[in-house]
């Protein structure tokens, strides 16, 4: 069975920075583009960042320029470094593995909480 499993959420103030982690098991990498998504309270979810097996990346207009999303093939695990963070980007955050960038047909973590505070 497919698991992904976040990490490294938490509260930040606004500014701050924080990287999330996504671990892999038992997921043909290759076949997949990895990446986050977010929902906010009483938002729908929305396309965060994605990497392809071969390191294109893809970013939501919103995040660009703050948010990097990274992997690392040897631990299965990617990443996403967030900086300059604000209140705009409290949200559970997402890891998943998608046929397609920014598709949501795939497999999906829990998800991990990250607050942003002003």
């Known amino acids: 069975q497919v698991q992904l499993v976040e990490s490294g959420g938490g509260l930040v103030q606004a500014g701050g920075s924080l990287r999330l982690s996504c671990a892999a098991s038992?997921?043909?990498?290759?076949?997949?583009?990895m990446g986050w998504f977010r929902q906010a309270p009483g938002k729908e979810r929305e396309f965060v960042a994605a990497i392809s097996w071969i390191g294109a990346t893809y970013y939501a207009d919103s995040v660009k320029g703050r948010f990097t999303i990274s992997r690392d093939r040897a631990k299965n695990t990617v990443y996403l470094q967030m900086n300059s963070l604000k209140p705009e980007d409290t949200a559970v955050y997402y890891c998943?593995?998608?046929?397609?960038?920014?598709?949501?047909?795939?497999?999906w973590g829990k998800g991990i909480q990250v607050n942003v505070s002003s």
């Open positions: 038992r997921l043909t990498f290759s076949n997949y583009h």
């Open positions: 998943a593995a998608t046929t397609t960038p920014g598709g949501e047909r795939g497999y």
